[in-house]
């Protein structure tokens, strides 16, 4: 099998992320519940990958990194925290639909936005258009770090200098490049939110997200419920990391996406992007030689995401790839701005996505597959 998924989900995990987990169902409790040493273990394996994923992100305090399902789940607080009072927000036009979505369903309460058009793999364009969309009804910016179809990596460092200019807040969707693409709240001073899933480029178990709260003031739950301080209150606790994280926390989850998270530090966010965008370059190399093939390739302005049109529906294409062994997603990716934008609607694309365990001969074979499926 070649795996050539991981923009859905990183099947290839590095074998300590296993582990941890099963230690984790072995010896952990509940965390912040009891005194005893099961309970204490839990704490222990939450508050150190919390400490991790702060000094990955740049956060002196530990306790603004929260614990989320998923990146659906965090970019939902983050949107809701940022527009519970309604107001205007402007958006890249390559967002998947946990953006799009909660926008939608918050048009009752006042809320609108602009979705904006820009050229792939232009930066410039992006910056300059965005910039462009900005009204005084404007409260926030929603930035897509890398798309999850096409790949391609916007200009966060202008978008916060504009950000910047207008006093406004950014959200950033970083469910493409969390562990590839750098991220420092040091770095983006009007970031006020960074989302992501653990279960992809941090190579921690599905049912791990985390929300990196960049500010303290901005908070608005979604959920109330148990968190194990304050107990004799009936209202919500209002600091970090109790506001946002309601229940029982999924604590082999967390074991596991603390292993991921040392496995980033260990390797190192640039070599993986550096790996990945070879291997994606190894593939463009290979398919563009084929003139029934559209292949969206960026250079240096593309993660490990790679985007192809069949002259076949891609959804056939996908199927007739995965009955050879090569795992691909075909469609719309749940992102049908991003197709709409590129036009690419209505059958979308066919994606190969990369993580740091694929290998140059895998994506040879995989062109040479692809290839070979045209001629029959």
């Not at 309970?39 to 222990?44: D, L």
């Not at 969309?133 to 999850?148: D, F, G, L």
């Not at 969390?178 to 009007?190: D, E, I, R």
């Not at 148990?226 to 919500?236: A, H």
Request: hydrophobic share 40%.
């Amino acid at each position: 099998m070649i795996y050539l998924d991981s923009g859905a989900t990183t099947l290839q995990k590095p074998k300590q992320v296993f582990r941890a987990v099963q230690k984790a169902m072995e010896s952990c409790a509940n965390p912040g519940r009891s005194g005893h040493k099961p309970a204490r273990e839990a704490e222990r394996v939450v508050y150190s990958c919390r400490e991790e994923a702060a000094e990955l992100f740049g956060l002196d305090r530990p306790e603004r990194v929260v614990f989320t399902q998923n990146a659906t789940h965090s970019l939902n607080l983050a949107i809701k925290s940022l527009l519970h009072e309604g107001g205007h927000a402007v958006i890249t036009g390559y967002e998947h639909n946990s953006v799009v979505r909660p926008l939608e369903a918050m048009k009752g309460q006042g809320v609108t936005y602009t979705a904006v058009s820009s050229c792939l793999f232009d930066p410039e364009d992006m910056a300059r258009q965005m910039e462009r969309a900005i009204t005084e009804e404007t409260r926030c910016m929603i930035v897509c770090h890398a798309s999850n179809v096409f790949g391609s990596i916007a200009p966060l460092d202008e978008l916060d200098r504009i950000c910047l200019r207008h006093g406004l807040p950014m959200i950033v969707d970083a469910s493409q490049s969390a562990g590839t693409l750098p991220l420092s709240v040091k770095k983006y001073p009007s970031a006020a939110f960074f989302c992501m899933p653990g279960h992809k480029g941090l190579y921690g178990p599905q049912g791990t997200g985390l929300l990196i709260c960049c500010k303290d003031n901005l908070l608005y739950t979604i959920m109330e419920g148990g968190t194990g301080s304050r107990s004799l209150e009936v209202t919500q606790p209002d600091f970090l990391p109790d506001a946002l994280e309601s229940g029982t926390l999924n604590v082999p989850g967390i074991a596991g996406l603390w292993e991921g998270l040392k496995f980033i530090k260990q390797q190192g966010e640039k070599e993986i992007l550096r790996r990945e965008q070879e291997l994606i370059g190894t593939l463009v190399q290979q398919l563009k030689s084929h003139p029934s093939l559209r292949v969206f390739a960026g250079g240096e302005n593309q993660g490990g995401v790679l985007s192809v049109v069949f002259p076949i529906p891609s959804e056939e294409a996908a199927e007739k790839l995965a009955g050879q062994g090569i795992c691909v997603r075909a469609g719309l990716h749940c992102a049908p701005l991003a197709h709409r934008t590129a036009g690419t609607l209505p059958d979308g694309t066919v994606r190969l996505s990369v993580s740091a365990f694929n290998t140059k001969r895998e994506m040879l074979r995989a062109a040479d597959a692809m290839a070979k499926m045209l001629t029959n």
